[in-house]
Every structure is written in C-alpha cells, then in structure tokens.
C-alpha cells in the first residue's frame, strides 16, 4: 500500500498480524453527506472488506465530529455544529443528533459497513483533557488565558506528513496568528470557551471545548492503542489534521502513532473541484434521487481510493450498464441452476477446485487488490469473468459445481469485497428452494413414519378383536381419539384420519 508518511508503496506488516487497527476520520455532523463522503467511506470500506477478505481481524474505528474547533487557526470563526445550531435555534446536539442519523441512513444505503466502534468527540472530553495534561507535562504544550496550544517549536519532526517546513506554514497562512501564540504555527489543543458559547466542559484551565485535532488522537488511542497500523482520511486533511494529530501523540506516548497513512482523493464535478462555494455540491440524498445506491458505489469503485473522482452523468450511465450485468448474471445462474434439476438435500456447496475461468478471475481480482487496494483493476478482473460466465451458460454444457464456482465467486468478489449488493440473489433463490425441499423431505418422513405407527395400532386393535379382548381393542380407539385420530371399520379393513 502507498504510505503518505513514507511517500513509497511498502509491503503491508500489521504491528500485531492477524490484528488490525484501523483508525478513518469520520464526518462532521452539521448537514447531509455528500458524494465527497462517499469516495472516502465506500474506498475505506472496501478496504477493510478486503483485508477480512484475506483472513485478518480488523478492528475498524471510525470517529463522530459532533464537537471541535475545525479552522486552520484555532482563534478564528467557532465549531461548525454549534454556528448551524445558532442559526436554527436549537441545541447543538440536536442537530448533531439529526445529522449523525442522517449520515448513517446514507451509508446503510451505500452498503458501507458499520464501523466496530463510532465514538463521538463530546464522549470523549475526559480523554482529551487527559491528553493535553500529558503535554504540558512533557513540556510540548503551553496555556495561555484558559486555552492550550501545541508548541510546534518543541517537536522537531512537525511537517514529515505534509512536506511542510514550519516557514513554509507560517509564510502560506490564510489568517492572522493569535498573539497568544509563540509561533504561528502552534495550534489549539484546548481552547477557552467566550461567553454564549453552548459546548464547553469544566477543565484545569477553565471552561472550554477541545480542538478538532485533539479528538481523533485520543479517541483513537483509546480503541486501538498509542501505535496501531492504518490510519485513513481525504488528501484535504493531510494537513493541517493528520499532522498535528501525529504531533500531540507521538509527544505525549514518545511512540510512533500510526504506521500506515492511507489519504483517497476528492471528488470533481465536470472536472471542477466540488465544493459548496461553487454550487456544484451534490448530497447523497439528492443522488439517490436519481442514481441507485449501488450505481454510485460501482462508480466510486471504477476510480483508484488515491485519484480524483469526476462526477458526471456519462459516468454514472456507464455504472449503472455495469451493475444490470452483474445482476442479469447472477438470475440467469439461478435459472440454469434450478433447470439442471439436482439441487440436492446436502445443500449449495462451494466447489473444490474453481472453474478455470473462474480461478484466472479470482487470482488476477487478488493481484489488483494486492497492490494498493486497485478497484479499478479488481472491477475488471470480475467483469471479465462475467463475460465469461455468461459465454459457458450459453453453450448449455454446464455442470452444477460449475455454476456454483461462478456463483461463489461473484459473490465473495463483487459481493463481500466490492460490497455491492444485489449480485447474491441466485445464492439466496437457491438457498430457499434448498430449505423448501428439506422441508418437504421431513414432512414426507414423519407422514411415513406416522403411517407406520398407526399400522401398528390398527394391527394391536384387530389383533384384541380376534382375541375377543374388547375392552382393549375399546381402550386404543379411545385413547387415539383423544388426540384427535378416527378409527373408521369399512369392509375394505380399518382405515384412521384426522378429525
């Protein structure tokens, strides 16, 4: 995988295999999801289903923002979920509250999976003012009127994520330092709460709230450690974000924080960078208006996590041909599966070994997702092995383990890895029609097998007849007529049913 920390594509190590900790920032609830969060959460989520894919245990985290301050310069402007809240009238956590369940609701709908854990920055504070107690105490932090902020001077390695030098920062400032800064690169780790403020928390120096930074090194720590292996997020937080999130814990753990930095790059509209600024910013809801779910997500996935995205109606149309293959495949394998008539009792069983064409598939899908999680390349392997599939059906000379191989693979590459739904309904047809005939199996075993045991009672009954031993042959229909059976004495022998 490409390491931005390194700048170089290294061989992937986890710190403790088969464990993985993998930290993603998450978003800032103060308005709808859009595309921009889907490039970055459908790429993530994908590679950490690749990674289960390979065998290892993934502990995937993935942070809430619903408190922090999020400019360049932590004087300047205030958290973004407290301004949309004054400017609604409401408390700033009801609109967290709406956004987060807003932002969830899109990505069920992307088929993103839920992280392992997603903790939220106003959970977190006690964590953080630990954090920022471990910095002035190790001498890399200073207060100043009730706020906090990171001596950049006092950590040498400050700039190896971005390739900044500490000058170049200060000369490319968009606003002016706080004079209480000693260098204008220091940045809020706590900052002091101004009078109105809503979110503040009591803390050694005074009221206040945490800086955005802050939060995703504590919080992570917390869930994975002070060193774990992947750490990901857009190219746009590279910097300031990651890099001071690398300084405040390597300074106060004095161990290496992350050894895998992984950014996705960002989405263009018409080869215009999306923003709101620009009035070309989409929100998922609005594309889901127009585009399924898993057409923007195929879509996402026909550009590497690491190259721009350009959104545009060609593309999509070209995503959307792309997913009825894949679902016009998987009915037309559940037909040829069901038509050959031997779905058997012991179930629909992975083949050993796959199709030829089917284990070229899955092999070159492997080498593409080996090198740095290709997409692009893996999309093409599978699509390949449709087009293939869909040439052996049509030839009529198909085996059911054949199929099956077909089947399983569609399913563990486009489903499970890709995540894209829709193309496990042959799987699911069959299973049910698997279930149905068991079913009827047990229900044909206990009508015989009942069938039997009345043979018996009728034999015991006539049996006592002949004997002239009325009273039992008397007592056996009584009894067999409480639970609700009827001997019935015709000329053809004794016949029973249910009342």
């Not at 964590?127 to 107690?133: A, D, S, T, Y």
């Not at 049509?394 to 995540?419: K, N, R």
Request: aromatic share 10%; hydrophobic share 35%; proline share 4%.
């Amino acid at each position: 995988m490409y390491n931005t920390l390194t700048r170089r594509r290294e061989k992937f190590e986890p710190l403790a295999p088969p464990h993985i900790g993998m930290y993603v920032c998450g978003p800032t609830v103060y308005g709808d999801a859009h595309i921009g969060h889907a490039k970055s959460y459908v790429s993530f989520d994908v590679i950490v289903r690749y990674l289960r894919y390979l065998g290892y245990n993934v502990t995937y985290v993935q942070n809430i923002t619903d408190v922090g301050h999020l400019t360049d310069d932590a004087d300047q402007g205030e958290d973004k979920v407290e301004r949309k809240a004054k400017a609604e009238r409401v408390h700033p956590m009801q609109i967290a509250e709406t956004y987060t369940r807003s932002y969830f609701e899109d990505m069920d709908r992307l088929n993103v999976m839920r992280p392992d854990v997603s903790p939220r920055a106003s959970g977190h504070i006690i964590e953080q003012i630990e954090l920022v107690k471990r910095l002035l105490e190790a001498g890399h932090a200073y207060e100043v009127g009730g706020s906090v902020y990171f001596d950049v001077a006092s950590w040498p390695k400050y700039g190896r994520l971005s390739g900044r030098s500490v000058n170049e920062m200060q000369a490319g400032a968009r606003v002016e330092p706080s004079v209480e800064k000693r260098h204008p690169a220091d940045f809020a780790v706590w900052k002091r709460a101004e009078p109105g403020h809503i979110m503040q928390w009591p803390s050694p120096w005074g009221q206040g709230y945490p800086g955005w930074h802050l939060e995703c090194s504590a919080m992570s720590m917390k869930y994975l450690g002070e060193s774990f292996d992947i750490h990901g997020g857009g190219i746009e937080n590279q910097f300031p974000h990651h890099e001071d999130e690398i300084a405040q814990a390597e300074a106060a753990t004095g161990k290496p924080f992350v050894k895998y930095w992984l950014h996705n790059n960002m989405v263009t509209v018409n080869g215009q960078k999306m923003g709101k600024s620009l009035g070309n910013f989409i929100t998922l809801k609005d594309a889901f208006a127009k585009w399924d779910p898993m057409v923007l997500r195929l879509f996402i996935l026909q550009s590497h996590y690491r190259s721009p995205l350009d959104f545009s109606d060609e593309a999509l149309n070209g995503a959307r041909e792309g997913r009825i293959r894949l679902i016009q495949t998987d009915e037309k394998l559940g037909r040829r599966i069901l038509s050959l008539g031997k779905a058997k009792l012991t179930g629909i069983e992975r083949p050993e070994p796959d199709l030829g064409f089917v284990a070229h598939a899955r092999n070159r899908f492997q080498e593409a997702m080996d090198e740095d999680f290709n997409s692009p390349q893996a999309l093409a392997a599978l699509f390949d092995m449709v087009r293939e599939a869909n040439h052996y059906m049509d030839q009529e000379q198909f085996g059911e383990e054949d199929l099956h191989s077909i089947m399983y693979a569609m399913l563990d590459l486009g489903g499970e890895v890709l995540g894209i739904r829709g193309i496990s309904g042959s799987l699911t047809i069959l299973r049910a029609f698997h279930e149905a005939l068991v079913t009827q199996h047990d229900q044909e075993r206990q009508v015989h097998e009942l069938s039997g045991l009345m043979q018996v009672l009728v034999d015991l009954r006539n049996d006592a007849r002949k004997a002239k031993n009325f009273a039992q042959a008397d007592a056996i229909r009584k009894r067999l007529d409480e639970i609700g059976i009827i001997l019935e004495d015709t000329p053809e022998g004794t016949k029973w049913r249910f009342k």
